[in-house]
Nanobody
């Protein structure tokens, strides 16, 4: 199996910032799109954002647009999710995942998943 490795989660207060990292083997990126999906208790799985590796086009969900951004480090095969102005409703387990392209249902069609990293935002 291909392994995706997330890091950067933690416990912070509202208004703080965190940067999540997702590193993967080169073979993983045979699927072009690398994204972040979060899961909070009592809520449905929610696509947060991601990037097309080939085109560098980024996508951000409306719920976090203006606060979260996506970037990458080509040399490290790593995608970053920069989260600013965190709110309590951002509390969730954040998963890194891949899919062939961005198109389609953002809650379906993912090929590989990381183990997840917990983000907890307190008031």
């Amino acid at each position: 199996q291909v392994r995706l490795v997330e890091s950067g989660g933690g416990l912070v207060q509202a208004g703080a910032s965190l940067r999540l990292s997702c590193g993967a083997s080169a073979r993983t990126f045979i699927s072009d799109f690398i994204g972040w999906v979060r899961q909070a208790p009592g809520k449905e799985r929610e696509f947060v954002g991601g990037i097309s590796w080939g085109s560098s086009i980024t996508y951000i969900a409306s719920s976090v647009k203006g606060r979260f951004t996506i970037s990458r480090d080509n040399a490290k095969n790593t995608v970053y999710l920069q989260m600013n102005s965190l709110k309590t409703e951002d509390t969730a387990v954040y998963y890194c995942a891949t899919r062939p392209t961005y198109s389609g249902d953002p809650n379906d069609g993912w090929d590989y998943w990381g183990q997840g990293t917990q983000v907890t935002v307190s008031s």
